[in-house]
């Protein structure tokens, strides 16, 4: 396959995961490819994954994996849906590194979330960083 098209592909399937964590991050009995949300995440989540949330000074600003895991088992927000604003939904990668950017609504509220992502050894793409910053309500116009 011709590189670029390949990177095409990439973006694409970084776009997919984006949209992908979202409804994982839902909790509850959310099934995405045939795998429930926690092994969904187990896998697209890179070990050394960390999450830097929007609400700061709360003990789930910033998680690491296991802690993600647990506290979406904890607190599921399945009856909550995240709303991708896809017009606003950017995607970088080259072969090994990838950025995905897109503001979504939650809960009346608008939020800008930053996802990177790094190629496995085995060539699976998996989100190691993941910021979300809420956003003014005239940020980001639909």
């Not at 949330?53 to 647990?70: D, S, V, Y």
């Not at 590194?97 to 609504?105: E, F």
Request: hydrophobic letters at 35%.
């Amino acid at each position: 396959m011709h590189q670029s098209n390949r990177m095409l592909d990439d973006c694409a399937e970084l776009r997919r995961l984006n949209r992908d964590t979202f409804r994982a991050e839902a909790g509850g009995t959310v099934q995405i490819d045939g795998k429930g949300w926690r092994q969904f995440l187990d896998t697209v989540l890179a070990d050394e994954f960390q999450i830097c949330r929007a609400i700061p000074g709360t003990p789930q600003q910033r998680q690491g994996k296991e802690a993600m895991l647990a506290w979406i088992e904890a607190h599921p927000s399945a009856g909550e849906p995240r709303e991708i604003i896809a017009q606003h939904e950017v995607a970088w990668c080259d072969e090994n590194l990838g950025v995905v950017t897109s503001p979504i609504a939650f809960m009346r509220k608008e939020y800008q979330n930053v996802k990177i992502f790094k190629k496995s050894p085995r060539g699976q793409w998996q989100c190691i960083y993941w910021q979300v910053t809420q956003l003014a309500a005239q940020a980001c116009p639909q």
